[in-house]
């Protein structure tokens, strides 16, 4: 079972004929999508440059094998990079956006030519969506009466 979330975007994506599509169907990230991001040349030429995308999720360790790390989906701070982080939303949007109002399984080209507070709110959503559920912690489940080993 796909998990998926569907929302409406602050001003929506303007085609060529002038039809604004702003109805999104998104879908939960896989490790699948996340190989996909991470062997895109233009985020390759990133990490070449010494630039790491927290995007969590995989990662190439020093022996070459990818592995599981922890992340979230948050844009690097450095200014000169900004750009780049936007092309990285627009590969992982190709991958886990269902459809955008009539367009199925929009482009990174439909997500480059969308207004920044869109694609701002779509990054929000879809923390949201791939966010791990809030953990129990340990103390909360342990009952207040003295282990048996205390006495």
Known sequence: MEITT???LPLGYEDQRGEVHNHVVMRRVKVSDLF???SDPAI???ARDGIKMNIG???RGKDGKPRLVSGEVNPVAAQAVEANVHEMYTILFSQVVLS???IEKPTRNIFMGMYPV???FL???YEELNKLPEMESKSDSQETSA???EH
Do not use: T
């Open 6 to 8: 569907e929302f409406d």
């Open 36 to 38: 996909k991001v991470n």
């Open 100 to 102: 955008l109002g009539s």
């Open 147 to 149: 282990s048996p080993l």
């Open 44 to 46: 390759k030429r990133l």
């Open 57 to 59: 999720g995989i990662e």
């Open 123 to 125: 990054v929000a959503r």
């Open 118 to 120: 869109d694609l701002e």
